[in-house]
């Protein structure tokens, strides 16, 4: 499956789900990314994206299954959202939450938590987002870009907030 850096909207790998080997896959030979939101990639030549922060991997992506997953560093895989056959959004995630906010006494520093059912912390990362924040600022084109279009984690919450709103009932 082919995955592209977040930030970047290049480096495009060709990541392997099952083991989390990947490699890069040459410019000229993988489709253009477009700037739809990963929440919306399923079906799209490249259905996800990646960042890596403290040399760590995450990725964010539609299986050919139609499952949202969200893949840790560590192999784990969190299964989000699915869209079925009749195209209704069912919530897999069974009380996974990811949480964002600024880390306090750290200025420029963001901690994601992903914890579980039961509210305990199942991963933690701080991580330098203003980069991100940075880059956002100076992007001047004349599409609608989103600070999500730039930070990964920023995109994660965002794709989960805008599926969860869209579920049935």
Known sequence: MLLYRHHTSGD???FAQASGHWRYVEEDR????SALSVA???????????TVEDQRMYCMYWTPENV???HMPDQRRH??????ADEELQDLRQGLRVELAATPGRSGYNTLRISGADGHAIHQ??????PYALLYGADFSYNDRILADWDFFEGLKD???DLADRLPG
């Open 125 to 130: 990362l701080t991580y330098h987002a203003l």
């Open 68 to 70: 949202l997953v969200l």
């Open 79 to 84: 299964a989000l959202f699915r869209r079925g």
């Open 40 to 50: 919306y990639r399923r079906g799209d030549p490249i259905p996800g994206t990646y």
């Open 159 to 161: 794709a989960i907030e």
């Open 12 to 14: 495009v790998i060709d």
């Open 30 to 33: 993988h489709p253009s990314v």
